[in-house]
């Protein structure tokens, strides 16, 4: 069974549920995302078929529907959230006890990775962006994942150095995702990789987890960054928006509640999902919304087709070439 998806002729759900109205639009439902999941699943795309077989199982709280989660997540390299589908498939009684073993043994495997994940498989170097001397490390380990640095700049107004900034990528994941830009960029070259929107949008929408620091090399007030964030996302706050995109996107702004000296540090943070944090001058990370559409366009404050500073732009990526060695 861990070789593959189970037959959807093999599933019980269907015909082993009670009786009634409620239980079968449960059915109906449970069937749409097995179905969705599968596809998802064919086409590759796990972490989203994974999603669907979650959304199954809230339905109809199965083993298959379980153990298809537990095996999608484990395709897409999520382990975490591998090992708790797969642990929730051994707590269900309906569960065929025959796969038990191997289920515990691919437990036991994810369990051994993770506890070695923390362990950097890169030397961190200090890299230093030359405008303001603020000093990145190429290598940084987050929740014990490793994430690389593809570029560092200083963002400059009327003249004035503001902040030098980081753009960190979840380098395992971005790495997997490298050849397909490659393939569309015709190299991995610097300059194959630097005609165009492809690297600036293999980022922002990359289905990887980004990280941003940014270092103030002068006085930044919460209200001025609020504002400067509210004019660089533009329509996600205006009339035209929708209302759960204006409510996200203040959501987003208001996370931006303190002042920020020269020397101070601003983290922005965002998993595949959307999910957005913030964190300011060391403090712990502040959860922000979760809206897919909002992080693209955070993130296309810097990379989009009209930037906040197309020299910042440029630079924020001049290291991505790096994702193929």
């Given at each position: 069974?861990?070789?593959?998806?189970?037959?959807?002729?093999?599933?019980?759900?269907?015909?082993?549920?009670?009786?009634?109205?409620?239980?079968?639009?449960?059915?109906?439902?449970?069937?749409?995302?097995?179905?969705?999941?599968?596809?998802?699943?064919?086409?590759?795309?796990?972490k989203d078929?994974?999603i669907?077989f979650?959304?199954?199982?809230?339905?109809?709280?199965?083993?298959?529907?379980?153990?298809?989660a537990?095996?999608?997540?484990?395709?897409?390299g999520?382990?975490?959230?591998?090992?708790?589908?797969?642990?929730?498939?051994?707590?269900l009684?309906?569960?065929?006890?025959?796969?038990d073993?191997?289920?515990?043994?691919?437990?036991?495997?994810?369990?051994?990775?993770?506890?070695?994940?923390?362990?950097?498989?890169?030397?961190?170097?200090?890299?230093?962006e030359?405008?303001?001397?603020?000093?990145?490390?190429?290598?940084?380990?987050?929740?014990?994942?490793?994430?690389v640095?593809?570029?560092?700049?200083?963002?400059?107004?009327?003249?004035?150095?503001?902040y030098?900034?980081?753009?960190?990528v979840?380098?395992?994941?971005?790495?997997?995702?490298?050849?397909?830009?490659?393939?569309?960029?015709?190299?991995?070259?610097?300059?194959?990789?630097?005609?165009?929107?492809?690297?600036?949008?293999?980022?922002?929408?990359?289905?990887?987890?980004?990280h941003?620091?940014?270092?103030?090399?002068?006085?930044?007030?919460?209200?001025?960054?609020?504002?400067?964030?509210?004019?660089?996302?533009?329509?996600?706050?205006?009339?035209?928006?929708?209302?759960?995109?204006?409510?996200?996107?203040?959501?987003?702004?208001?996370?931006?509640?303190?002042?920020?000296?020269a020397g101070?540090e601003?983290?922005?943070?965002?998993?595949?999902?959307?999910?957005v944090?913030?964190?300011?001058?060391?403090?712990?990370?502040?959860?922000?919304?979760?809206?897919?559409?909002?992080?693209?366009?955070?993130?296309?404050?810097?990379?989009?087709?009209?930037?906040?500073?197309?020299?910042?732009?440029k630079?924020?990526?001049?290291?991505?070439?790096?994702?193929?060695?």
């Amino acid at each position: 069974m861990l070789s593959a998806l189970l037959a959807l002729a093999a599933l019980v759900p269907f015909a082993a549920a009670a009786d009634g109205p409620a239980t079968d639009e449960k059915q109906q439902a449970a069937k749409r995302f097995w179905d969705a999941g599968e596809r998802l699943f064919q086409q590759g795309r796990f972490k989203d078929a994974a999603i669907e077989f979650d959304h199954a199982f809230d339905e109809q709280p199965l083993p298959d529907f379980a153990y298809n989660a537990a095996q999608a997540y484990d395709k897409a390299g999520l382990r975490i959230e591998a090992v708790t589908s797969y642990t929730r498939y051994l707590g269900l009684p309906k569960r065929d006890p025959k796969d038990d073993a191997s289920v515990k043994a691919r437990i036991a495997v994810i369990t051994r990775e993770l506890s070695t994940a923390a362990s950097p498989r890169h030397n961190a170097l200090p890299y230093t962006e030359p405008a303001t001397k603020q000093v990145f490390q190429t290598y940084l380990v987050i929740e014990d994942k490793e994430y690389v640095l593809i570029g560092v700049g200083a963002r400059k107004v009327a003249g004035f150095k503001v902040y030098a900034m980081g753009l960190y990528v979840e380098d395992l994941a971005a790495r997997r995702a490298f050849p397909a830009l490659v393939g569309k960029a015709g190299g991995a070259d610097p300059a194959s990789l630097g005609r165009g929107e492809l690297a600036p949008q293999f980022v922002v929408q990359g289905d990887f987890a980004k990280h941003a620091v940014l270092r103030f090399v002068r006085d930044v007030t919460a209200k001025q960054q609020r504002e400067s964030y509210r004019e660089a996302l533009g329509d996600d706050v205006g009339p035209k928006a929708s209302a759960e995109m204006r409510r996200d996107a203040e959501s987003f702004l208001a996370l931006f509640d303190r002042d920020l000296k020269a020397g101070g540090e601003l983290v922005i943070h965002t998993d595949p999902d959307g999910k957005v944090s913030l964190a300011m001058d060391g403090a712990p990370a502040k959860a922000g919304p979760k809206n897919l559409r909002l992080e693209y366009d955070i993130w296309n404050i810097w990379l989009g087709e009209k930037p906040i500073s197309s020299d910042l732009k440029k630079a924020l990526i001049e290291r991505i070439d790096g994702l193929a060695r």
